[in-house]
């Protein structure tokens, strides 16, 4: 079997184990925190709004990391990156089980959504290492079932875990199974040499700065932010237009943004943006829709 085809069928079973658990953990985990928000705000005594910041500050690191951390991956090897990623978000489930007070929750939860996006950045390219191109198709399928499944079950795996165990064991059962698979990969995920080029620290400051700030403009809105609403929102919208003229001018860009115009991928991005908002919405919000209701 060609080395670069992807791994014998005894390695690739294994592999493919270590990366169905992280990407599970890692998808689950962002559906669990939303079912438990009333009970953690209420027992470390924040408010509604201080507590969405469990779930908000997670899903904003895994947002503008998400970019860099592919490119990394690129440059220094998917493997590091995925372990790396997994490293973090296994020590950080560690400490938001055991946190006590809600800014350090949320600074794991922060830290733990690095570690998250780590795991998601390079998921499916090691899919293509993993996979033999004969089966890349098969590959690829695999994973959009696993996160497909981890994204329906999130809720239902929290209610199971709080109907028999407190809030911090939301985020401690993930210690195991990120151990599990961590172990796995290492074992079994195959190396590979980065392409060795330069990471572009310039185009991964402006993501950042365009995705948090636009993500900080949304939350000022929601919270009466007063003139900081429209100073990061153009801040953003500046941030993000030099991000794509840099990426134009690029040989090999952070982001090939040629493909938006493409009219069909457009499209596709765009559908499943705002079903994933409005998922999102609406798994944050009802909680405390049938908490008060209730």
């Given at each position: 079997?060609?080395?670069?085809?992807?791994?014998?069928?005894?390695?690739?079973?294994?592999?493919?184990l270590s990366l169905a658990i992280a990407i599970s953990l890692v998808v689950v985990d962002m559906g669990m925190a939303n079912v438990a928000l009333p009970t953690i705000g209420r027992e470390l005594g924040a408010s509604p709004s201080a507590s969405i910041w469990i779930v908000n500050a997670y899903q904003v690191a895994v947002t503008v990391s998400l970019l860099p951390l592919a490119a990394l991956g690129d440059i220094v090897g998917y493997r590091r990156i995925y372990i790396g990623g997994l490293v973090l978000f296994t020590a950080c489930a560690v400490v938001s089980a055991t946190a006590e007070s809600m800014p350090v929750l949320i600074a794991a939860r922060l830290a733990q959504g690095f570690g998250a996006a780590g795991v998601m950045s390079v998921n499916t390219a090691l899919v293509r290492y993993v996979y033999p191109r004969a089966k890349l198709g098969q590959g690829v399928g695999i994973n959009s079932l696993v996160v497909a499944t981890g994204s329906a079950a999130g809720p239902t795996v929290a209610a199971a875990v709080l109907s028999v165990?407190?809030?911090?064991?939301?985020f401690a059962i993930a210690v195991p199974?990120?151990?599990v698979a961590l172990v796995f990969a290492i074992w079994f995920l195959p190396h590979m040499a980065g392409s060795?080029?330069?990471?572009?620290?310039?185009?991964a400051v402006l993501s950042v700065a365009t995705l948090g700030l636009l993500l900080a403009s949304v939350d000022g809105i929601a919270h009466d932010g007063g003139l900081l609403v429209p100073l990061s929102l153009s801040v953003a919208i500046v941030a993000g237009w030099l991000f794509v003229r840099r990426q134009r001018r690029l040989p090999v860009p952070m982001l090939p943004v040629e493909l938006f115009w493409r009219p069909t991928f457009s499209l596709s991005v765009a559908t499943a943006i705002a079903a994933y908002m409005a998922q999102s919405l609406a798994i944050v919000s009802l909680p405390f829709f049938f908490i008060a209701v209730a």
């Open positions: 079997m060609d080395a670069n085809d992807g791994l014998p069928p005894r390695e690739r079973r294994w592999a493919v165990a407190n809030w911090p064991w939301l199974f990120g151990l060795g080029h330069r990471f572009d620290v310039p185009s």
